[in-house]
Structure formats: C-alpha cells, structure tokens
C-alpha cells in the first residue's frame, strides 16, 4: 500500500492556459475523490467517482473543469483558460466504500495562476 | 452556508494537558462524523470516526464525543504531545450526501512543550 499520489505537487501557470493533474488511487479503492482547498478553509468537494463512473460534481465545478477516471485507475482533473481565482491546493482522495467511510488523502497539487 | 462549523481558528496547549477541539454541524441528516489531521505540506490523514448511533469512540489518546441533540462533537486529545500541532478538520457526511464528507474550517492547535 503506497498511498494516494498526486502530481505535480506544484504547477505555476499563466492566466488562460490549460493545465492537467494526475491523482493515483490507493490501488484497491473504488472510490475517487477531488477536493479544492484554498487558505483557511476545509477541503471543498469537487467531484466523485465510482470505478469509472463521475457520479457526483459540486455546483463548485464550472465548465471549465472536467475529471476523467479511465478504466478505473487513476484520474485526471483538468482545468481550462486557467482564472487567478483557481490558485488553491487540490486534493484527491480514496476510499474503499465499504465498511467505515474514512477517504485516504494524497498529498496534494498547489496551483498558483499568475 | 456552513453545514459544519468549527468556531476555534487555533487553540494553544501546554504538552501533558487535555486539548478539547469543538464542532458544530447544522444539516441533521449528517449521521457520520470524521476527524482528520493535517501537517504543512501534507493532504489531511483520517484520525477517528463516530456513528450517530454511538456518542463516544476511542482510539488511544483520542476520544470523539457525540450530542446529537445539540448538533455537537468534539475530539479530545489526552496527553497532548508537541507531534499533535497540526490543523484538525472535523467532517460531516450522510445518506442524503452520499456519504460525502463536508468539512469545517479547521482547527490550530498548538501543543507546547
């Protein structure tokens, strides 16, 4: 068991650009987790995923953010024409779905969009 | 609209002593509750749990209280050691949110030698 990864750990970019983040899943979670946390706040939920299935977007995920779980590994969260208002820390996290509900966090991608 | 309220930015705490970290939720259809840790650099780590059916569980120096009635958990921490200072985030979920934890704010604390 190696944990939840996540990279980059940082990405600076320039407003409008695109940019792709990678999270790996504890390898025998089933359940996928995106969050965004920004300076003195909780993690906010973003997205989740069931195996394969996106079956839940907070009202936090504009239309410039999409999440992909191919194949039930790992995910992908893109963020388009990249705002300063992105700058945060995203988190992903996993569970197994059975039993207790705790989610296993990865370290995190800071993204800072100047 | 803040589901789950923790009221206490930071709380300072001499090493040996009890810490009592407070949380507050509104939803009532929240019926699992979560505590996690988080260091510098670090995603948050799961630290303890408790069921709406139990008001109290315990993990070593850790204990988690339980009121429903008054929509209230705390997470007591005894003996309190420096390795403790770290943001502890408490979590809300249920079946109404498919069991998607809502986090608070967070917690500081501070345990001095």
């Known amino acids: 068991d190696t944990g939840v990864s996540q990279n980059p750990r940082h990405k600076i970019t320039k407003r409008g650009q695109n940019v792709t983040f990678r999270c790996d899943p504890i390898s025998e979670h089933n359940r996928l987790y995106w969050y965004r946390q920004t300076l003195g706040q909780g993690p906010e939920f973003l997205t989740y995923f069931q195996n394969e299935a996106q079956l839940e977007k907070s009202r936090l995920l504009s239309d410039r953010f999409s999440a992909e779980r191919p194949k039930g590994s790992f995910s992908t969260l893109e963020i388009q024409r990249t705002e300063q208002g992105d700058s945060a820390m995203y988190l992903c996290?996993?569970?197994?779905?059975?039993?207790?509900?705790?989610?296993?966090f990865g370290p995190g991608t800071r993204l800072t969009v100047t | 609209d803040q589901q789950v309220k923790q009221n206490s930015p930071s709380l300072s705490v001499q090493e040996g002593r009890i810490s009592i970290l407070n949380c507050d939720y509104t939803n009532s259809m929240f019926d699992y509750f979560l505590w996690y840790k988080k260091y510098p650099a670090e995603g948050p780590t799961f630290l303890i749990s408790?069921?709406?059916?139990?008001d109290k569980n315990e993990d070593g120096r850790f204990t988690v209280f339980l009121n429903k009635s008054a929509k209230h958990l705390s997470l007591h921490i005894v003996p309190s050691q420096p390795g403790d200072s770290a943001v502890y985030f408490c979590?809300?979920?249920?079946?109404?949110?498919?069991?998607?934890?809502?986090f608070g704010r967070g917690t500081s604390l501070i345990v001095h030698p």
């Open positions: 408790i069921s709406s059916i139990k």
């Open positions: 996290a996993s569970s197994s779905g059975t039993g207790g509900w705790e989610q296993y």
């Open positions: 979590a809300a979920s249920g079946l109404g949110g498919s069991y998607i934890p809502t």
